[in-house]
């Protein structure tokens, strides 16, 4: 770790990030610093073309910043050859997507363990991995079905068992309960939460403040920059004077 | 809202004092809505008046606190009011738009940063009331669960109220404004309105 902290997970530096060029430049992000630590789970909330998509594959590292550095778990993927790049994206960093972008042809088991097995697992212990996974999210009696048998919050479940399969402690959710009704939706947050209790950092893209709730911390992104962030969490005085306070 | 109802229905449930109701009230809706006795007593001294509820006959306790019952016209009350819309009349005077609304007005206030202060105090308000569902859910209380989604939805609706707000905000900057221009610099609207 070059942070300090071993419980960083995620941080940008001053990230800057441009599409195009002269008079034609888009600044997606301008500047942007965030830290993520283990067990917390960050919410970015801003309307469309605020750069929160943006933000999101720069941190995966499906994309490189302008200017500034990406740091996932204390390594600055600016300085990884691109194999290097490619296994930080297979082992450290899970994703979850609006559309759950299951393989299809796969049962809910093996696309789960793929990511293991991409790494060179062999498929037995891959699949081990994968029924313990998919217990964690409450869905081991489902482990051998398809996608297709799956209910949209059931293929989200397994799509966060995917994201956190083997030691990957970084999980990006861009807007992962877009396409559910409001109670799965508010149980697949629940999940996401739940995990990143259980120790993993979460950075959960979403323009429904709603959702954006679950967070820990909530950071509003406006062109590209932070304009505000709610504090810290758990202000339990608040929590109990509920009543009075409003 | 009424507590009149409030009370009536759980009456529903059989003869209470008024402590009782009081804690029961306060019980099933989180204590959102806290009550305190003295409202209790005159609300069932109304209710007896009209017939809706009787003391029990030797139903005091050792204090002297009488139970009450419902009568059957107090019964119907219950049935209809379960079964009747609740009246949204005359919007309540909101504190939030009309702060909104003069501050569009009122010189040297930035309304932007009057939308961006609200909007990150009730995403935190909105961050409480989950933390209150995940404890509500544990313990399996379905009734205060739900009263909690009712206050998540109104905050988010708030929220999305204020993002309205503010990207109907960037759209006027775009365009003159003459009422406005002229209610601040008549000389400028003046000769803009020459100019064309």
Redesign the interface.
């Known amino acids: 770790m070059t942070t300090g902290g071993t419980d960083l997970v995620l941080e940008l530096r001053e990230v800057t990030r441009v599409h195009g060029g002269g008079a034609n430049a888009v600044h997606a992000l301008r500047g942007v610093s965030i830290q993520v630590w283990a067990g917390e789970l960050v919410a970015i909330m801003g309307p469309s073309g605020s750069g929160k998509s943006t933000l999101l594959t720069l941190a995966g590292g499906l994309d490189e910043p302008s200017e500034g550095a990406v740091l996932v778990e204390g390594r600055d993927l600016g300085t990884l050859s691109r194999s290097e790049l490619a296994a930080v994206r297979r082992r450290q960093v899970g994703y979850v997507f609006q559309d759950f972008n299951l393989i299809p042809a796969l049962t809910a088991a093996e696309n789960v363990a793929l990511p293991r097995e991409l790494d060179g697992m062999s498929a037995r212990r891959a699949r081990r991995e994968a029924v313990r996974a998919l217990a964690e999210v409450d869905l081991h009696d489902l482990a051998d079905r398809f996608p297709e048998d799956m209910s949209g919050g059931q293929q989200q479940r397994v799509a966060i068992a995917r994201a956190l399969i083997g030691d990957r402690r970084l999980v990006l959710a861009d807007e992962p309960t877009g396409a559910l009704d409001s109670t799965t939706g508010e149980a697949v947050l629940r999940l996401l939460r739940a995990r990143c209790d259980a120790g993993a950092g979460g950075v959960l893209v979403t323009h429904e403040a709603r959702h954006a709730a679950w967070a820990d911390r909530v950071i509003f992104l406006r062109d590209g920059v932070i304009v505000d962030e709610t504090g810290p969490p758990a202000r339990v005085e608040s929590l109990l004077g509920l009543g009075a306070e409003q | 809202m009424s507590i009149r109802n409030g009370l009536l229905a759980l009456l529903e449930d059989g003869a209470m004092y008024g402590y009782q109701l009081r804690a029961e009230f306060e019980a099933r809706t ?5 009550l305190n006795i003295g409202q209790v007593y005159t609300t069932l001294g109304r209710l007896e008046r009209d017939g809706l509820v009787v003391p029990v006959e030797s139903g005091d306790d050792d204090d002297g606190h009488r139970r009450y019952a419902l009568t059957p016209a107090g019964r119907a009350e219950v049935t209809g009011w379960f079964h009747t819309p609740v009246a949204r009349g005359a919007p309540p005077r909101d504190e939030l738009a009309i702060k909104l609304a003069l501050a569009l007005t009122v010189p040297g206030v930035d309304v932007h940063d009057v939308v ?1 202060t609200q ?2 105090s ?11 569902k ?1 404890r509500a ?1 544990e313990s399996g209380d379905l009734a205060w669960l739900l009263v909690l989604d009712s ?3 109104q ?2 609706a708030e ?2 109220w204020l ?1 309205h707000c503010e ?1 109907r905000l960037a759209r006027f900057a775009d365009r003159p404004s003459p009422a406005r221009t002229v209610a601040r610099q008549p000389a400028a609207a003046e000769q803009t309105s020459v100019r064309r």
Do not use: N
Not at chain 2, 30 to 34: D, I, K, L, R
């Open positions: 989180g204590a959102t809505w806290p961006r909007r990150t009730t995403v935190r308000t909105l961050q409480d009331y989950t933390r209150l995940v859910d206050l998540v939805f905050a988010e929220i999305r993002d990207s």
